[in-house]
């Protein structure tokens, strides 16, 4: 019994190691990066799965049903659908930005979408959203998974590196993040540090 233990306990560990590796470099190297101070970038969400759902269509038609039976003839559904695109440009982008540069600073490397004479494009594709949940007597923080794929701004097609970066978390403390959006928002934020100090480190 307490070999067994044992060998439970190793594979426990060993599981709690592998899951805390959030950032893996998938294919590619970094070497192109070095001596760049200026990096383009673009947001992919197609293809993107959302909680259970596989297809964020699926999620959103979901979300819209339940808010327009639940509020009829408000619009309510469609606010909501329009908020979950808008939130996009509004918060989770800029978020995602703004502590990936903090980041980059120290090496002088700069991120947005108005480098458009880069000589790379950072392409930021998010694979699955959990926009978890707060309902005063429980909570569940939304969590993001993305592929961060580099380019050739001219030659798009030229793929540099790919990599993953998964389980980057959403919340807040207290309860501040009733809205979705600012959970959401805040896995962004997650993410961008995230991967800025693993691209200091590993990059510049």
Not at 1 to 30: E, H, N, P, R, W
Not at 154 to 164: F, G, H, M, T, Y
Request: aromatic share 12%.
């Amino acid at each position: 019994m307490k070999k067994i233990c044992f060998a439970l306990g190793i594979i426990l560990l060993a599981g709690t190691a592998l899951s805390a590796q959030k950032i893996v470099l998938k294919s590619g190297d970094l070497d192109f990066l070095k001596g760049e101070k200026f990096i383009d970038i673009e947001y992919d969400y197609s293809n993107m799965a959302v909680g259970k759902f596989d297809k964020e269509e699926d999620y959103v038609n979901k979300k819209v049903d339940e808010y327009d039976k639940k509020y009829p003839g408000t619009g309510r559904g469609e606010q909501w659908k329009e908020a979950w695109i808008g939130d996009r440009k509004a918060r989770f982008q800029p978020s995602f930005e703004e502590l990936l540069n903090k980041y980059l600073e120290k090496p002088g490397v700069y991120v947005g979408p108005e480098n458009d004479d880069a000589s790379y494009t950072l392409i930021l594709k998010t694979t699955f959203t959990e926009p978890g949940y707060n309902i005063y007597i429980s909570k569940k923080p939304a969590k993001i998974n993305v592929e961060a794929i580099f380019v050739e701004t001219a030659n798009p097609e030229n793929v540099k590196a790919l990599i993953i970066s998964k389980n980057n978390p959403g919340r807040t403390f207290g309860n501040e993040d009733f809205d979705t959006g600012i959970r959401i928002g805040e896995a962004y934020a997650k993410c961008g540090k995230e991967l800025g100090a693993w691209l200091a480190k590993k990059a510049f």
